[in-house]
Nanobody, 125 residues
Framework: QVQLQESGGGLVQPGGSLRLSCAASGRTFSDYAMGWFRQAPGKEREFVAGISWGGGSIDYTDFVKGRFTISRDNAKNTVYLQMNSLKPEDTAVYYC??????????????????WGQGTQVTVSS
């Protein structure tokens, strides 16, 4: 089992940046593909970005391409989400998730085995 803890959320103005971190503990972090999801009030949780075990395969949903960057540091057991050019519609609770089976990033939230508690990101002037 792995435990996940997100950090780095907060209030930012439109056009600003935030970097989210997700620290993992427990099992070997490099055994897991990782994903970032988000959930806005009244909406379903949706895929944002994912990264493979070793970081060689990355996927983004269209609405963050060119603005967000996912990365991981297996030596630090941490996955990051750098978010630039933030928009009000990016406001949501952001969750990281770990997938111990597939190895490559995938968009299906039901494919992930472990989840963090989430961190709030609010984009507002």
């Amino acid at each position: 089992q792995v435990q996940l803890q997100e950090s780095g959320g907060g209030l930012v103005q439109p056009g600003g940046s935030l970097r989210l971190s997700c620290a993992a503990s427990g099992r070997t972090f490099s055994d897991y593909a990782m994903g970032w999801f988000r959930q806005a009030p009244g909406k379903e949780r949706e895929f944002v970005a994912g990264i493979s075990w070793g970081g060689g395969s990355i996927d983004y949903t269209d609405f963050v391409k060119g603005r967000f960057t996912i990365s991981r540091d297996n030596a630090k057991n941490t996955v990051y989400l750098q978010m630039n050019s933030l928009k009000p519609e990016d406001t949501a609770v952001y969750y990281c998730a770990a997938d111990r089976h597939y190895g490559l990033p995938r968009r299906d939230l039901y494919g992930y085995d472990y989840w963090g508690q989430g961190t709030q990101v609010t984009v507002s002037s």
